[in-house]
C-alpha cells in the first residue's frame, strides 16, 4: 500500500470514529432528554397549581394539602385570599421567588402558586360497590377504556362530577393515571370524586352488570343515537381511547352502543367531549340539578 493510500485509509477511518462518536453522543442526549422528561412528570405528579383550583383545593379538600409556596410577586388580593386559607386549614405555606415555581412545574403556567398534594386515592371496585348498594338515588359510574391523555382524564372527571356521577373506573395500566395534571384539570375533582382502578375493562363490565347496572358504551359507529335512548337509574358510560375508540370485547360487553349525532365533517369527538355529552344526557333524563350554576 502506498503511502498516499495509507493516508486516505486512515482519514476515512478517522471520519467513521467521528461519525461513530456522534451517534453516541446524540444518543446519549436524546436518552437524557427522555429521561428528563420523565423526571419530570413523576416530579409533576404531586403538584398542584394555577390560582382557581388552588383555591377550590384549600375550600373543599384542604386536607389533601401538604404545603403551599406562593410567588412573591402575585397580587396582594391574591396572595392575601390564599394564604388566609391556609392558615385556617393549617396547610404550610412559602413565599418565593417566581423562578423557584417555574422549576417546579417545569414551564407550566402556574399563575403564581403551587401546593404539594397528597396522592389520589385510587379504590378498590370491591370495596366500592359495598357502600353504593343501598342507594336509592340514580347512580352513574363513568368508565374509561384506556384514556392515555391526562388532560382529557381530568377533564372527564371534571365532568364527571358536574353531572352528578357517583365514581370514576380506569385501568392500572395502559391508561393516564391521576396525577397532578389530572388534578389540575380536573378543578380538584380528582381529590374528591371516587377513583377506582381495575385490572380488566370488560371483566369490570361483567361484574357491574351483575350488580344490575345497564351498560353504555359511547360509539360514533353505532346505530342508535344518544338522544333517542333511555337509562335506568343504575348506568355506566364506558367512554373509548382517544382515536381507537371502545376495544372489540368491552364494545362486545356493553348492554347497548349509541353514537353523539354529529353534522359537518369533522367526524368524531374529543374523547372528554363525548363523555360530558352522554353524563350529562343521562343526568337531564333524571333531572339531576345540584346547584343550578
Same mark, same amino acid.
Given at each position: 500500500?502506498?503511502?498516499k493510500?495509507?493516508?486516505?485509509t486512515?482519514s476515512?477511518?478517522?471520519s467513521?470514529?467521528?461519525? @461513530? ?6 444518543k ?5 432528554? &427522555?429521561?428528563?422528561?420523565?423526571q419530570g ?5 404531586? %403538584? ?11 375550600r373543599y ?5 401538604l404545603? %403551599? ?12 385570599? !390564599? @394564604?388566609?386559607?391556609?392558615r ?15 422549576t417546579?412545574c ?10 404539594k ?5 385510587? /379504590?378498590?371496585?370491591?370495596?366500592f ?7 336509592k338515588?340514580p347512580v ?5 377504556d +384506556? ?5 382529557n %382524564?381530568g $377533564? ?14 380506569? =385501568?392500572?395500566?395502559?391508561?393516564? /393515571? =391521576?396525577g397532578? @395534571?389530572?388534578?389540575k ?12 382502578s ?9 361484574q357491574?352488570?351483575?350488580e344490575?347496572?345497564?351498560? !353504555?358504551?359511547?360509539? +360514533?359507529?353505532?346505530?342508535q343515537t344518544?338522544? &333517542?335512548?333511555?337509562? =335506568?337509574?343504575?348506568?355506566?358510560? !364506558? !367512554? ?6 371502545l ?13 353523539? =349525532?354529529?353534522?359537518?365533517?369533522t367526524?368524531?369527538?374529543n374523547?372528554?367531549? $363525548?363523555?360530558?355529552l352522554?353524563?350529562f ?9 345540584? +346547584?343550578? &350554576?
Amino acid at each position: 500500500m502506498s503511502a498516499k493510500q495509507h493516508r486516505n485509509t486512515k482519514s476515512f477511518k478517522n471520519s467513521k470514529d467521528r461519525d @461513530t462518536r456522534h451517534r453516541d453522543i446524540y444518543k446519549n442526549k436524546d436518552k437524557s432528554k &427522555e429521561k428528563n422528561k420523565e423526571q419530570g412528570e413523576q416530579q409533576l405528579d404531586d %403538584l398542584m397549581w394555577g390560582r382557581q383550583p388552588i383555591l377550590d383545593l384549600l375550600r373543599y379538600s384542604p386536607q389533601k394539602c401538604l404545603k %403551599l409556596w406562593i410567588s412573591e410577586r402575585v397580587h396582594p388580593s391574591f396572595s392575601g385570599e !390564599v @394564604t388566609t386559607l391556609a392558615r385556617s386549614a393549617k396547610v404550610t405555606f412559602q413565599k418565593v421567588a417566581p423562578m423557584v415555581l417555574d422549576t417546579m412545574c417545569i414551564g407550566e403556567n402556574h399563575q403564581g402558586v403551587v401546593a404539594k398534594i397528597t396522592a389520589v386515592d385510587q /379504590l378498590e371496585l370491591d370495596d366500592f360497590l359495598p357502600t353504593i348498594a343501598s342507594n336509592k338515588t340514580p347512580v352513574l359510574l363513568v368508565v374509561l377504556d +384506556h384514556i392515555l391523555d391526562p388532560h382529557n %382524564l381530568g $377533564a372527564i372527571i371534571r365532568s364527571a362530577e358536574a353531572a352528578g356521577a357517583t365514581a370514576v373506573i380506569y =385501568p392500572k395500566r395502559r391508561s393516564a /393515571l =391521576p396525577g397532578g @395534571t389530572v388534578v389540575k384539570v380536573s378543578a380538584g375533582a380528582a381529590l374528591r370524586l371516587p377513583m377506582i382502578s381495575v385490572t380488566n375493562i370488560a371483566q369490570t363490565i361483567v361484574q357491574l352488570q351483575g350488580e344490575g347496572f345497564w351498560v !353504555v358504551g359511547l360509539d +360514533h359507529n353505532a346505530k342508535q343515537t344518544l338522544w &333517542e335512548a333511555t337509562y =335506568p337509574d343504575k348506568a355506566v358510560f !364506558v !367512554v373509548g381511547a382517544e382515536g381507537e375508540g371502545l376495544s372489540r370485547l368491552v364494545a362486545e360487553r356493553c348492554d347497548m352502543l349509541v353514537r353523539i =349525532p354529529i353534522t359537518g365533517k369533522t367526524g368524531s369527538l374529543n374523547a372528554s367531549v $363525548a363523555a360530558a355529552l352522554g353524563m350529562f344526557e343521562w343526568a337531564r333524563g333524571k333531572g339531576v340539578d345540584g +346547584h343550578g &350554576e
